[in-house]
C-alpha cells in the first residue's frame, strides 16, 4: 500500500490536486506573508528595473532577457530541489511538500474568478460584469457588451486551465518541485515582461518564447481535457470540440493558447477569440 512517506510523485500531487481544490490559495496565510509567486514576480521586477533601461541598444536588453530568465529559472530550480530533499524521508516532509504543490496550482482560484463573472452578470448586469471581469483580463471592459464579458471570462478560464493548472501538473509529474519551480517562475517571467511592447519586445523576448515552449505539449493536452470534460456536462459536444480544436487551435495568434479556446469554443457550441480593444 503506498503512503505519503514513500514520497510517490504522483501521490503526492494528487494530494496538492485536493488541498488546492478545497482550500485554493490559503489566504489566511497568504495575507500575512507573500505568495511564492509574489516572490517570483518581485525578483523579475527587481531585474527589469536593473536591466531593462530604454538607454540601452534591442540587442544588450535581448542578451540581458536571456540571462536573467537563466538565472532565475536555474534559482527556481535549486530551490524546488532543496525543498523536495529537506522534505524526504518523513510523512510530516512529504505532506510539507504536498501542500507547496497545492499552493502552486491555480484551479480553485480559477473557478472562483470566473464565477464571480458568471454571478455579476446575473444579479448585477452588464456594469458589474465588467468589473468583475477587468480583474481577470487586460482588455478594455467598458468596450465590451454583456456577450463579450462572458467570451472574455470563458477565454481566460480556457487559457488559464492550461497555465494555471494542466501545464503545472505536467511539470510537476516529470521533474517534481524542480520542474514546478522552473515552470511557476517561467510563467510568472511571461505574464510580465512577454509582451509585444516597446519595453519588452527585446527584453521580454527569451521570457516569452521560453513560456511558449514550456507549453506546447500542456496546451494541446488541456484542448484534449476540455473536450473530454465535455462529456460530464448537459448539453457539451465532444466531437465539435475536437474539430473546432483541430481546426482552428493554429488561427490564434499564439502558439498555445488557441489549444484549449478552440476546444472550450467547440465544446460550448460558441465563438471565442474574436477582436479585442486592451
Given at each position: 500500500?503506498?503512503?505519503?512517506?514513500?514520497?510517490?510523485?504522483?501521490?503526492?500531487?494528487?494530494?496538492?490536486?485536493?488541498?488546492?481544490?478545497?482550500?485554493?490559495?490559503?489566504?489566511?496565510?497568504?495575507?500575512?506573508?507573500?505568495?511564492?509567486?509574489?516572490?517570483?514576480?518581485?525578483?523579475?521586477?527587481?531585474?527589469?528595473?536593473?536591466?531593462?533601461?530604454?538607454?540601452?541598444?534591442?540587442?544588450?536588453?535581448?542578451?540581458?532577457?536571456?540571462?536573467?530568465?537563466?538565472?532565475?529559472?536555474?534559482?527556481?530550480?535549486?530551490?524546488?530541489?532543496?525543498?523536495?530533499?529537506?522534505?524526504?524521508?518523513?510523512?510530516?516532509?512529504?505532506?510539507?511538500?504536498?501542500?507547496?504543490?497545492?499552493?502552486?496550482?491555480?484551479?480553485?482560484?480559477l473557478?472562483?474568478?470566473?464565477?464571480?463573472?458568471?454571478?455579476?452578470?446575473?444579479?448585477?448586469?452588464?456594469?458589474?460584469?465588467?468589473?468583475?471581469?477587468?480583474?481577470?483580463?487586460?482588455?478594455?471592459?467598458?468596450?465590451?457588451?454583456?456577450?463579450?464579458?462572458?467570451?472574455?471570462?470563458?477565454?481566460?478560464?480556457?487559457?488559464?486551465?492550461?497555465?494555471?493548472?494542466?501545464?503545472?501538473?505536467?511539470?510537476?509529474?516529470?521533474?517534481?518541485?524542480?520542474?514546478?519551480?522552473?515552470?511557476?517562475?517561467?510563467?510568472?517571467l511571461d505574464?510580465?515582461?512577454?509582451?509585444?511592447?516597446?519595453?519588452?519586445?527585446a527584453?521580454?523576448?527569451?521570457?516569452a518564447?521560453?513560456?511558449?515552449?514550456?507549453?506546447?505539449?500542456?496546451?494541446?493536452?488541456?484542448?484534449?481535457?476540455?473536450?473530454?470534460?465535455?462529456?460530464f456536462?448537459?448539453?457539451?459536444?465532444?466531437?465539435?470540440?475536437?474539430?473546432?480544436?483541430?481546426?482552428?487551435?493554429?488561427?490564434?495568434?499564439?502558439?498555445?493558447?488557441?489549444?484549449?479556446?478552440?476546444?472550450?469554443?467547440?465544446?460550448?457550441?460558441?465563438?471565442?477569440?474574436?477582436?479585442?480593444?486592451?
Amino acid at each position: 500500500m503506498i503512503s505519503l512517506s514513500d514520497h510517490d510523485p504522483l501521490l503526492l500531487l494528487l494530494v496538492g490536486l485536493a488541498i488546492d481544490a478545497l482550500f485554493g490559495d490559503l489566504p489566511a496565510v497568504f495575507a500575512h506573508i507573500p505568495h511564492p509567486v509574489v516572490l517570483a514576480g518581485r525578483a523579475v521586477g527587481f531585474f527589469d528595473r536593473k536591466l531593462n533601461r530604454a538607454s540601452r541598444g534591442d540587442r544588450s536588453r535581448r542578451e540581458r532577457g536571456i540571462v536573467m530568465v537563466i538565472a532565475l529559472v536555474a534559482v527556481a530550480v535549486t530551490l524546488g530541489a532543496g525543498i523536495e530533499w529537506l522534505c524526504r524521508g518523513s510523512v510530516i516532509g512529504a505532506a510539507a511538500e504536498a501542500l507547496v504543490i497545492g499552493v502552486l496550482l491555480a484551479q480553485r482560484g480559477l473557478y472562483e474568478h470566473v464565477a464571480v463573472v458568471a454571478i455579476a452578470l446575473e444579479r448585477g448586469g452588464l456594469a458589474a460584469g465588467r468589473e468583475a471581469v477587468g480583474h481577470i483580463v487586460g482588455r478594455d471592459p467598458l468596450r465590451l457588451d454583456v456577450h463579450g464579458v462572458a467570451r472574455a471570462a470563458i477565454e481566460s478560464l480556457a487559457e488559464n486551465f492550461s497555465d494555471g493548472v494542466v501545464a503545472p501538473v505536467f511539470w510537476c509529474l516529470l521533474f517534481g518541485l524542480p520542474g514546478l519551480f522552473a515552470y511557476k517562475m517561467a510563467n510568472t517571467l511571461d505574464s510580465m515582461i512577454g509582451h509585444r511592447t516597446a519595453r519588452y519586445r527585446a527584453f521580454g523576448w527569451a521570457a516569452a518564447r521560453f513560456d511558449d515552449l514550456l507549453n506546447l505539449a500542456p496546451a494541446r493536452l488541456s484542448g484534449l481535457l476540455l473536450a473530454a470534460a465535455a462529456i460530464f456536462t448537459g448539453d457539451g459536444n465532444v466531437g465539435l470540440a475536437l474539430a473546432t480544436m483541430l481546426r482552428d487551435a493554429r488561427k490564434h495568434h499564439s502558439p498555445n493558447a488557441g489549444w484549449p479556446e478552440a476546444a472550450m469554443a467547440g465544446a460550448l457550441g460558441v465563438a471565442l477569440a474574436g477582436p479585442r480593444d486592451y
